[in-house]
């Protein structure tokens, strides 16, 4: 089954690619590898959310909203490369905007890594980091990076 088709199965769309707020690409390749700027919890041109985690948003909405960005960055990949060229889920980064004393940043980027599990089964597995950070671009909670190997 294509990378494509599970997405379909699981009733999710891959939206347009986030335009950059800034002087960078979406994605690039480096041989066998793609890696994506960091993707915000963006539809349509519009943040799902601000605030910061532990404080305005909880840790179940970051979850989703770490969702939303995993979504961008799979819209990224498949711009470049296409998403069904993708062989494996190598590294994703999530940075989470958090209030003084939220220490739940891997939950949060849970969201992410759930969801490529979900996507890409066996092959979503990923190695991870997962970083508390006072702010982001736009007063986001959230933000995705991707790394994959593509055949």
Known sequence: MS??????????????????????????????????SGQLPVIAGEDLATGKVGAEISPEEAQRL?????????AAV????????????????????????????PAVVNGASDFYGEVFGDAGVHARSAVGVSELPRGVPVEVELVVEVG
């Open 78 to 105: 498949d711009a470049l490369v296409g998403l069904d060229s993708v062989v494996r889920v190598v590294k994703v980064v999530g940075y989470v905007a958090s209030a003084p004393g939220f220490t739940g940043q």
């Open 3 to 36: 990378w494509r088709a599970r997405l379909r199965e699981l009733g999710v769309d891959l939206p347009p690619v986030v335009a950059p707020i800034g002087s960078y690409l979406p994605a690039v390749r480096s041989g066998s590898l793609v890696f994506t």
């Open 66 to 74: 770490a969702r939303a960005c995993a979504l961008n960055t799979l």
